[in-house]
T-cell receptor, first 117, second 115 residues
Framework: AQTVTQSQPEMSVQEAETVTLSCTYD???????LFWYKQPPSRQMILVIR??????QNATENRFSVNFQKAAKSFSLKISDSQLGDTAMYFC??????????????FGKGTKLSVIP | EAGVVQSPRYKIIEKKQPVAFWCNPI?????LYWYLQNLGQGPELLIR????????DSQLPKDRFSAERLKGVDSTLKIQPAELGDSAVYLC?????????????FGPGTRLTVL
């Protein structure tokens, strides 16, 4: 069974600054996907960024980037130029399954990020 | 494109009462998921459907929980009877399965309070 650990229950960052959220996972699988989801106070979960385990290059989506260390089983999220709208719960998730579009997500407990004006 | 629709958004019931949640996935998405999210926790999968077939229900407490997706489109999750510990948010998500690890799109959830 996979486990996902987010060791930072809460974090805060000044607007326009950079923050990094940590995530580690444990698995015996070789092929998998990793995700960061954002859940604002309205509770609608939104995908932020996705990383395929077979790719060495770290994924980037605008102000969001990841540092994927497969050997260390680490998957951190960096948010650059933080904005007030980034305030939310952030969940790290591990995707496993047949490799097709149907798969199970295992989530961490989340990190509550507050962006301070 | 309409997102995943869930109803009701909020439900308050007394313990031992039945309750049902409804989910309509994004059009064309053949995979549907029900997750349970306790306060301060990440979502946990309850059941996963491929079309009308439940392909993973190992985490569904079958003594009191049931789910159906009769025509492979919308789905209903039922609890009977509800217990105090069932108070949580129930999330529905959907994806399409014709390519690898497609994004799961989540609905707004149903917040259940059992008194």
């Amino acid at each position: 069974a996979q486990t996902v650990t987010q060791s930072q229950p809460e974090m805060s960052v000044q607007e326009a600054e950079t923050v990094t959220l940590s995530c580690t996972y444990d698995t015996s699988e070789n092929n998998y996907y990793l995700f960061w989801y954002k859940q604002p106070p309205s509770r609608q979960m939104i995908l932020v960024i996705r990383q395929e385990a077979y790719k060495q290059q770290n994924a980037t989506e605008n102000r969001f980037s990841v540092n994927f260390q497969k050997a260390a089983k680490s998957f951190s999220l960096k948010i650059s130029d933080s904005q007030l709208g980034d305030t939310a719960m952030y969940f790290c998730a591990f995707g496993s399954g047949s490799g097709a579009g149907s798969y199970q997500l295992t989530f961490g407990k989340g990190t509550k990020l507050s962006v301070i004006p | 494109e309409a997102g995943v629709v869930q109803s009701p958004r909020y439900k308050i019931i007394e313990k031992k009462q039945p309750v049902a949640f409804w989910c309509n996935p994004i059009s064309g998405h053949n995979t549907l998921y029900w997750y349970l999210q306790n306060l301060g926790q990440g979502p946990e999968l309850l059941i996963r459907y491929e079309n009308e077939e439940a392909v993973d229900d190992s985490q569904l407490p079958k003594d009191r929980f049931s789910a159906e997706r009769l025509k492979g489109v919308d789905s209903t999750l039922k609890i009977q009877p509800a217990e105090l510990g069932d108070s949580a948010v129930y999330l529905c998500a959907s994806s399409h399965s014709w390519s690898s690890y497609n994004e799961q799109f989540f609905g707004p959830g149903t917040r259940l309070t059992v008194l």
